[in-house]
């Protein structure tokens, strides 16, 4: 059945994937990007289930004025793939404060810009699907992505809790949790390198730039697999709360629940019996 997906950054990396497959496979895609140009020219030129619009995700009016477009051309929404985002590389204290909040604002409050132009349509028609991609880094924290893995772990509590609050009107969501795949992530376009500052981070700083650019192109996922697996979970019919996407990255998030169940029973002793003296277990 043919669905409306909402794609942000369609222009390059990931995004152009899933727009490509998406109208391969008949869908009608509203393909967003800071530079539309760019993104019809990436995706081929001007088709007839194809809307392509401005849309810098940070802004609220671009975000209102894309959905607006989507509704114009479309009539409808059905599936929301909040996709754009970037990445402050960077030992904390090497990081700006300016920097940090950049990084929320894109990887954080830019989906929930979208999300809050496209919500209500969702909830008016009582039917929709929510698909926003966090990172494995958004569940395990890792060196040189504090800003990162600060914007992703938030992204992960505001997905599990809208669940929440949009399921009583047939909206779904979905919260995605790559591993390492080919995209554009690491490229400079996309990742912002700290300039060693600071003595004792400056030898670790340049050394892990170094590593980190090194795996740029030989990331071992593949970004049209992914696509492709974003578009299966579109289909279901009850979609998966949570995909962990990479073998990589399944076996992250594994690891990382044992450790949080060990961390659990090691606090057994000093955390389960906090309450007060009159209340009874």
Same mark, same amino acid.
């Given at each position: ?125 009582? !039917?929709?699907?929510?698909?926003? +991609?966090?990172?494995? @880094? *958004?569940?395990?924290?890792? =060196?040189?992505?504090?800003?990162? $893995? ?84 579109? !289909?279901?019919?009850?979609?998966? +709360?949570?995909?962990? @996407? *990479?073998?990589?990255?399944? =076996?992250?998030?594994?690891?990382? $629940? ?24």
């Amino acid at each position: 059945m043919s669905k409306v997906i909402f794609v942000t950054g369609a222009g390059r990396g990931l995004g152009t994937d899933i727009a490509r497959q998406a109208l391969a496979v008949g869908h009608q895609v509203v393909a967003t990007g800071r530079r539309p140009e760019q993104v019809e020219k990436t995706l081929g030129g001007p088709q007839d289930n194809l809307l392509v619009t401005k849309l810098d995700i940070t802004s609220l009016d671009d975000a209102q004025a894309a959905a607006q477009a989507a509704v114009d051309r479309f009539g409808r929404i059905d599936v929301l793939i909040n996709n754009a985002g970037n990445f402050f590389a960077g030992y904390f204290e090497e990081i700006t404060p300016d920097q940090m909040r950049q990084q929320i604002e894109t990887n954080l409050f830019g989906p929930m810009n979208v999300t809050r132009a496209i919500l209500p349509l969702m909830r008016k028609r009582r !039917a929709g699907h929510i698909i926003t +991609l966090s990172s494995s @880094a *958004g569940i395990i924290g890792q =060196e040189f992505c504090v800003a990162y $893995a600060a914007s992703k772990f938030a992204v992960e509590g505001w997905m599990e809790s809208l669940r929440f609050d949009v399921e009583p009107y047939n909206i779904h969501t979905t919260v995605v949790e790559p591993g390492f795949f080919r995209t554009e992530l690491l490229v400079d376009g996309s990742t912002i390198w700290p300039e060693p500052t600071i003595d004792d981070y400056a030898e670790r700083t340049t050394t892990t730039i170094a590593a980190w650019k090194s795996m740029n192109g030989r990331q071992t996922g593949d970004p049209a697999k992914l696509a492709q697996a974003l578009l299966a979970i579109a !289909a279901q019919e009850k979609p998966l +709360l949570r995909f962990v @996407a *990479g073998a990589d990255a399944i =076996e992250g998030v594994k690891g990382k $629940a044992k450790e949080l169940l060990a961390q659990a029973e090691a606090s057994r002793e000093l955390g389960g019996n906090l309450g007060h003296d009159d209340v009874t277990a």
